[in-house]
Every structure is written in C-alpha cells, then in structure tokens.
C-alpha cells in the first residue's frame, strides 16, 4: 500500500513473482488510508485503516492496452466504495477515552476475517494490558458485520480500574504467527505488574502463545519459551545501605 494504490505480486506455478498493475482501493476520497494490517481470501481483499475494517472485492484482469500484463481491479458490492466497520474499543469506559485500541494482524479464512486487537497502557496510575480477537464477516451483499463477542477479552475491561495479568486471556497480543486446520497460533507479548510503595512495577514478561480453536473459539495459552519483542524490566527492590548506630 502506498496511500490507497495497491501493489500486488501474484506467485506463479514455477514459485517466481509475476507484477500485477496496481489498483485503488476503493474508499471515500476524503478518507485517509493508511494501512497497517491487511489480509486477503476467496477473491476478498481486507484491509484495516486505524480502528476501521475495509474489504472489498477484487479481481486480476488482463490489461488491454498491454498484451501480457495484468491489472488488479476492484470491484465494490452495493456501492462505489469499500465495505466498512469501526472494530470495537477493548477499554469503553471514558477514562480511557484518550488511549487507542490497535488492530496488530488479521487472518482470513472461509469463515471470515478474524481481527487481532492490543489496548495497553503501563505509564501514569492506571496500567493494563488487555486484548482479543474479533471475527468478522463479509455479506453477499457487500457489507462487513461483527460475528459474536470478542473472544480473549479480560472481563475486567470495562471497569475504570487497573487491570492485572489473567493467565486465562490476553495480555498483548503482537500477530499471527501460524494456523492448521484446527486452530490459529497468535504471540502473546505482555508482563505482569504489581502496586509497590504505592506506583505500579512490572514485575515479570509474559510470553505466551495463544491457540484459538477454529471450530469452538476456545482459547488456551502456553510459554512461548521466547522473547516477542523487548522485555520489560522487572522491578527489583532497592539495595539501600543502612547504617546503624549505639
């Protein structure tokens, strides 16, 4: 993506890269786009732009004017644009209103596109890690719609408070790292954080990885027996010389 011009390769049968014209992603033109995970499946290309889902319809064309190249064309349903929907915020209590929940990949598959959403903040007096994953749908009739709750979500997400690690949902959940046919694989990338004299101290790295069961939407973790991204520093208690007198 550069703006909302698509670039695309297509992998040919010897494993090389044929170039694709590029197309326009069909949105609003007063909308800015800037990408930042996308995923395509079944001639479906989705893309999300800050907090909103995009998919539209697209298809590979020869380019008449140029015998043996091909252009990708986008083909909205319903509409001149793109299918959209704004994914939910993980923290809705107004507290929170000023920190932004972020989409970190998307999976596409025959039963739609699943979204991986991080809201995280460990600065001021209020720290959480919390995160989920939302599946999506794109309808025949060219609209997106949000299939269920999102699955992963600490329960203490639309309090106003601090929120603890939970070994049973996620903490920071970073990408994709792998499927099967039974489950999707995500890292999981948060600490732990204890209230110590009064301020917040992370006191441990929760590197984990999340399998989401493609049939129940079950979820469990394990150790990842890896680091993700950079560790955090666990806090350690001051070694302060006392001196002692008669």
């Not at 644009?81 to 915020?89: M, V, W």
């Not at 920071?172 to 600490?191: K, R, T």
Request: charged share 20%; proline share 7%.
């Amino acid at each position: 993506f550069n703006g909302s011009t698509v670039y695309c390769l297509k992998e040919k049968e010897d494993h090389s890269f044929e170039y694709i014209v590029q197309g326009s992603f069909p949105i609003p033109p007063a909308t800015p786009l800037n990408v930042t995970v996308a995923a395509a499946y079944n001639d479906v290309l989705f893309v999300v732009n800050g907090t909103t889902l995009y998919a539209c319809k697209f298809e590979i064309e020869d380019l008449p004017a140029h015998p043996g190249l091909k252009q990708l064309q986008f083909k909205p349903v319903g509409g001149p644009d793109a299918a959209s929907l704004n994914l939910p915020k993980l923290r809705s209590n107004s507290g929170f209103s000023s920190n932004s929940t972020k989409c970190t990949g998307l999976f596409a598959d025959k039963d739609g596109v699943y979204c991986l959403l991080s809201e995280n903040s460990v600065t001021g007096n209020k720290w959480y890690m919390v995160g989920a994953v939302v599946q999506c749908a794109y309808k025949d009739n060219g609209t997106l719609e949000q299939k269920g709750e999102p699955k992963g979500l600490n329960p203490d997400a639309p309090t106003a408070e601090s929120i603890k690690f939970k070994p049973a949902y996620f903490s920071n959940p970073v990408c994709f790292i792998g499927s099967d046919e039974d489950n999707l694989y995500i890292a999981d990338d948060g600490v732990d954080f204890e209230d110590i004299n009064e301020n917040w101290h992370i006191t441990a790295n929760k590197n984990r990885i999340a399998a989401l069961n493609r049939k129940t939407h079950d979820l469990t973790f394990k150790d990842a027996g890896a680091t993700w991204y950079g560790e955090g520093q666990p806090y350690s208690s001051p070694n302060t010389p006392v001196l002692l007198w008669k």
